[in-house]
């Protein structure tokens, strides 16, 4: 009992396409539209990359955002100065300095888990657990495709 499955390639590329840039869309705008009105997307995954719950150095966020260094300290500069970020040294090496958030950087970070929690919930509301299995699959196939594509 070989089921054949027929694929519309096409409209499976054209919605993958459609959900990407609906994502990177609606993000933009509700930042516009809220009280953080004063960062970029690209400051708000500078902002997400630092976490609530560990410090990093600032080479350990440009590698997560592909960042490069002098790239890096600019949009620090940047979120320092608004006040979503700060820089901690080290109570034990002065040299050292890590990043983290300030309250208001935190509210900002929970507030885009929260809609990227939301975009799961919905991508994942009224399926059977072997759909959702198949959607895990499908996912970490894109992961592990997109971390090759970004190491060559």
């Excluded at 950087?105 to 507030?111: L, P």
């Amino acid at each position: 009992m070989n089921e054949k499955v027929t694929i519309d390639f096409e409209t499976l590329n054209s919605d993958l396409v459609d959900v990407f840039n609906n994502v990177m869309w609606i993000e933009e705008a509700a930042l516009k539209q809220s009280y953080f009105s004063d960062i970029t997307l690209k400051d708000m995954h500078t902002i997400d990359a630092i976490s609530m719950y560990s410090e990093k150095s600032a080479s350990q966020v440009a590698k997560i955002i592909h960042l490069t260094p002098s790239a890096m300290t600019t949009a620090i500069d940047k979120l320092v100065e608004k006040g979503y970020i700060e820089r901690r040294r080290s109570n034990t090496d002065r040299r050292v300095v890590r990043l983290g958030l300030t309250h208001k950087g935190r509210v900002v970070y929970r507030a885009h888990q929260g809609f990227h929690r939301d975009l799961t919930h919905n991508l994942l509301r009224d399926m059977q657990p072997t759909e959702i299995e198949v959607v895990q699959r499908a996912i970490h196939n894109l992961v592990r495709y997109l971390a090759n594509v970004i190491k060559h």
